[in-house]
């Protein structure tokens, strides 16, 4: 159970809002608690609320607002809805995206991993697509902290044309292992990441990539179907 961000201002403030679930009339199962409030900044406690946190009491009651407000827009929006036009979005991820069992994995920003990315996203029609629409021409660098590891990924008009090691891209987003890997097991959306400060755009402005926001969340969905270890 969770609550799915719709628009791009709920991904970016709220992300996926997991809900816990708790059997007593106390919270005693915290450990599963800590861990999704060190990776989102929202958390639901069945039969209990909501678990915040923000730079001050003023922002974390803030996010509760924001969860609310948007539970109720989706809720509104699904009442208009008639049932076959919004059942696509409800089965998202139970088509040909979702990772099979027996897939291999990779170790993450390995040769191999960034080439099953590059794969991925070139044989995808709706990547190209958004990506040609939108005019998706740049280098975009993913960067390991830790390992001080660094791939460029050269994109030209909505495909990926070549792969190159190290930190020489236009934009260069930076963090460590711990956030990347995360992110590529669809625990944290990449975007929401960013603004929580666990990725840093080290090189280029969160304005300029905005502009293909369509094609890397295609993109980055489909990384995320893609085993590492």
Known sequence: QKF?????EEKYTLGEVR????????VTETESAVQEIRLRPLVILQGHGTVAVGKD?????LLTDLLEEAVRCQLYQNERT?????????????????TQPGDA???LFSHEHMSALAQSANGDPQFQAQGQEAGLTT????QSEDTQTAWTVHFHEGKITRLESGGQGDFVISGNREWWEA??????DPFLATQQGKLKLERGELWQLSRWFKPFQRAFTLWQNIPIK
Do not use: M
């Open 4 to 8: 799915v961000p719709l628009s791009f």
């Open 19 to 26: 809900v816990l679930h708790q059997d007593t009339p106390t």
């Open 57 to 61: 009491l003023q922002e974390a009651f």
């Open 82 to 98: 008639p049932r076959s036009v919004s059942e696509p979005n409800s089965s998202r991820g139970k088509n040909s995206e979702a």
């Open 105 to 107: 994995a990779y170790p």
């Open 139 to 142: 280098t975009l660098t993913l």
């Open 183 to 188: 992110i590529f097991r669809r625990r944290i």
